[in-house]
């Protein structure tokens, strides 16, 4: 036995370890342009401002794991949010408070959202970027159409979470541990994680052998949907109104942070560490850039940057794609524009 | 489930089963019997029926009628999740593996919780070694990748996997194609094991000693039907060779050479490598001659194939016969006259929503067009007319969209559309892989025809007897080299098996 494990392999998360000398160095070069960086209150800053981006990027990785995408997650959070205040009645910008069910209704209504998202992808055999393109529209004309586009105050207990804190440390920060480390535990060491990776590592296998496929897709949405109300309620409760805005081209941000992580857009491979690192990388961008008050304009020229750089590295790592995969990518990309032509 | 009488009372029956695809007859009312302790060898030619037996017999596919007996029950619902219900394992031709996970993690798929529904690495690891070693004997480190073994280990893994989920009947779909000698035996070990254990095997092979190995009975398949049934020794090889091609087909002899040391090198290949696939391949072949390549599946040949042509970057020199062939891309390749017919021609080649016509011209345009670009429709309806009476293309018509035709006639269309384009060097990987005994020998004519043009050909086969009779000199490649040539008069299958083969030791020690 202990022959055995002698001659195990420590699989050494490289990926994630040259994430974080990434991270060390872009924040030692903001500290050399701004000292301030570095400083307590902004560690925290940065550690606060990368919670709700980290939380929606743990289910983002389950959907991609399994060679998904859910593209509706901005939306959602904004419908969940929406529907969620004004079942606690408030109906203007400027006063009212949420009451404790906010809670319930919003994770809710989140939960229906990601269960339909699955439903659909299922039913329709088409692939998970057309199906949440379409609710993408789908949940923020609902969520216009409750608010009639006005903001909406946030008040009360839905704050609860977004600005409190236990011990000195802010609740977003505890929340974004907690479910870093839960996620990263379902994915490793359960059979449904196990079998979500497996799923991604190839789809045909996966129904030979038997794998409750269809389950495993909705289940992976349902977790991409819970995972971004938690993230809608901790920035909320960080901003204090509900915005219209809430939410819009959030879902590249969670993805840019998901690739960036390591976890392969074709699914079957990263990691849910990584996936956190990637969320914290790219707020140490937007916050250092801040802090040296670089041009906004720059902000998304690095980020896309960052992310060109990621997908270079993945795809130097993995080169060896077979023809046949090569081909199915064609056909998803024709799949892709051809009904794009017909939208 | 060995409660019943091993001997008269098969374990698993087929009744009657007929099936079709898109109106073409597939089984005809088929009957077979599987008897518990005994392993019947499933042989017939590529397009006879058998993978769909197979995948019937699995539940993967439904019959169109006929019923399924199992342990004496008529089985209403068939189906794969009745099949494993029963103990019914298969090992399919095209692994069903995960290469992203470990060999322990695939091999246990099924049940990976080792506690409730949290899995334990080492547990899992732990008990896929003992797995190994009792059941082949081997020791392999159960925590690396699938994707990071070799293909024979691969098989391995799923040989494994089969066994584990198995406890009455075990399909194995020609499971042997990409295992060492070593391996091979390993295998066969196993299978006398289980057999006495009181399994139903089901072996589908076309290697005709693979029935002196480890059979039982034989069953010989021929267009849908099973046209000879027997107990082991009681056909002689050449009457199974009989039974499997039908004595309708005479057999398909070649004229003699007329390769001569004069003829001129059409192409020649020096020091190809491709990280990892390709390790020094040289090699040439002159006009008029045609040059088998054999080998295991994962020995690098259709990786050879590609490298030459360009669809796959490689180092090494490759020469035509007008000079060195340099940045390799498919359009030059054509204009220098190398074409290559890769073996997975559908999913690479084919235009499954264009019509056959426009398949079969499309590299013929220039003779059809115009100098302003014009496309002269009357010509190219001409053109493709004439080449699917040539190659015997069946269908409605030129304008059938070709995803409309059976595999067999896809295959037709696009050995028409490059070996009509008047090709010097002709690369044919896997030129009548499933496609039916009839078409085969026309493709092998119209190789030979080629030949007689003074055409160089190349032909990567898996089909031993088919190379012996194509080839003027086989090469044999083992792990990206090539471990043995040999002369027409020297072809002999052990040899090229044994050349083939590469150790288990080699392997694990890399």
Redesign the interface.
Known sequence: ?TE??S???VRVPVQSLVLLGVIVVASLVFFVLSPSFLSVGNVGNVLLQAAPTVVAAVGMTFVIMTGGIDLSVGSLINLAMVAAIAASGVTSASSGDSSGWTYVVAIAVALACGLFNGLAINLLKVHPLLVTLGTLTLYRGIALHITGAGDRAAAGPITALGRGDIGGIAVPIIVAIVVVLLGSFVM????????V??L???E???R????PVRRLRIAVYVISALCAVISGILTVGQIGTLQVSLGVNYEFTVITAVIVGGTSLFG??GSIVGTALGALLLTVIVNGLNSIDASIYVYDVVRGLVLVAAVLADSLTTRRLS??RR?RQKQILAEATSAGAHA | MTTHDVASEPLLSLRGVSKSFDGTPVLKNLDLDVHAGQTLILLGENGAGKSTLKNILCGLVSSDSGEIVFGGETQSRWSGARASELGLGAIHQELSLFPNMSVAENVNIHHLGTRGPFVSMTALERRTDALFRDLLGIDLDSSRLVGELPLGQRQLVEIVKAIQVSSSVLVLDEPTTSLSLDERQQLFAVMRRLREKGYALIHVTHFLEEVEAVGDRVAIMRDGAIVALAEKGELSTHQIEEAMVGRELAEVTRDASRVTADSPVVLEVRDLREDQLLDGVSFSVRAGEIVGIAGLTGAGRSELMQSIVGVRAAEGEVILEDGPFERRSIPTAKKRGLVLVSEDRRDEQAFLERPVRENITSQLMDRFTTGWGWIQSRVENEIASRLVKDFDVKTAGTEADLGSLSGGNQQKAILARWLSVGPKVCLLDEPTKGIDVGAKAQVQHTVFGLAEQGVGVVVVSSDLPELFTMSDRILVMKQGRISAELARADFDATAILRAASSSVETEGTR
């Open positions: 036995m055995v494990s001659r195990r392999r490793r060491s359960t059979v449904f994680g196990r079998q990776v497996a991604g590592g190839s045909r296998s996966a030979e052998t038997g794998l079957g491979k023809l046949r081909g």
